[in-house]
C-alpha cells in the first residue's frame, strides 16, 4: 500500500472517530463505487475521454454536532468527509486518489426515501499522463445529489449523481481541466 492511501485512510479514521458516539441518527457512514465520464477541457468537448471507476468512502455529522454556535441548526445540514481511490479508463496503472469535503443536505420524501444534495472540495493526485492537463496534485470540485433507500431503521442504498471538476488552479501548465459526471452506488449506515 503506497504512502498517499494510508494518509488518505488515517484523516478518515481519524475524522470518523470525532463524533463516534452519538445515539440520534446524527451521523453517515457509507461506501460507494461509482464510473465517471468526461473529458479534458469540460464535459463535451472534442479532447480525449476521461472515464474514472471509482471507490469512495462517505463519512458525514450533522452541523449542529460539530461546534456550539451550530447547536441550533436541523441535523439535516451535515459536514462530509469523503476520501476515494480510482482508476482511469480502465487502465490500473493510471489513478486517482484524493479527499473531498463538504456540505451535504437531507431531505423526506417518504417514510422510506431520503433525497441530498451536496456541494465540495478537495485534494486529488492523478497520475494519469496527457497533453491537456498536468498530472500530480489538482484541485476537485463536486456537486450533486441522490436518493437514499432505507432497507432498514438505520441501513440504506445509496444512488446518486454528481458532477465533478479537477484542476490545479493554473499553478502548472497544461491545466485544461477534467470535466466529469459520475454515477454512484452504494451502502450507507447511520448512527
Known amino acids: 500500500m503506497n504512502n498517499s492511501v494510508k494518509v488518505v485512510m488515517v484523516v478518515f479514521l481519524v475524522f470518523l472517530s470525532l463524533n463516534a458516539y452519538s445515539k440520534d441518527n446524527a451521523h453517515q457512514l457509507g461506501v460507494s463505487v461509482g464510473y465517471g465520464y468526461g473529458h479534458f477541457g469540460s464535459v463535451s468537448s472534442s479532447n480525449p475521454s476521461y472515464k474514472p471507476a471509482m471507490l469512495m468512502l462517505h463519512y458525514a455529522v450533522a452541523a449542529n454536532r460539530t461546534a456550539p454556535f451550530l447547536a441550533n441548526i436541523s441535523k439535516r445540514w451535515m459536514f462530509y468527509l469523503e476520501p476515494g481511490y480510482s482508476f482511469i479508463n480502465n487502465k490500473r496503472s493510471e489513478k486517482e486518489i484524493g479527499v473531498g469535503a463538504g456540505l451535504q443536505y437531507m431531505f423526506d420524501m417518504s417514510k422510506k426515501i431520503k433525497g441530498y444534495f451536496l456541494i465540495g472540495s478537495g485534494l486529488i493526485h492523478i497520475t494519469y499522463k496527457s497533453d491537456y492537463q498536468k498530472r500530480g496534485l489538482n484541485f476537485q470540485d463536486n456537486i450533486g445529489s441522490g ?28 491545466n485544461h481541466g477534467i470535466g466529469d459526471f459520475i454515477g454512484t452506488m452504494g451502502l450507507s449506515f447511520f448512527f
Open 147 to 174: 436518493l437514499l433507500f432505507f432497507i432498514s431503521e438505520n441501513k440504506a442504498l445509496d444512488i446518486g449523481v454528481r458532477f465533478r471538476h479537477i484542476s490545479n488552479a493554473g499553478t502548472r501548465k497544461p
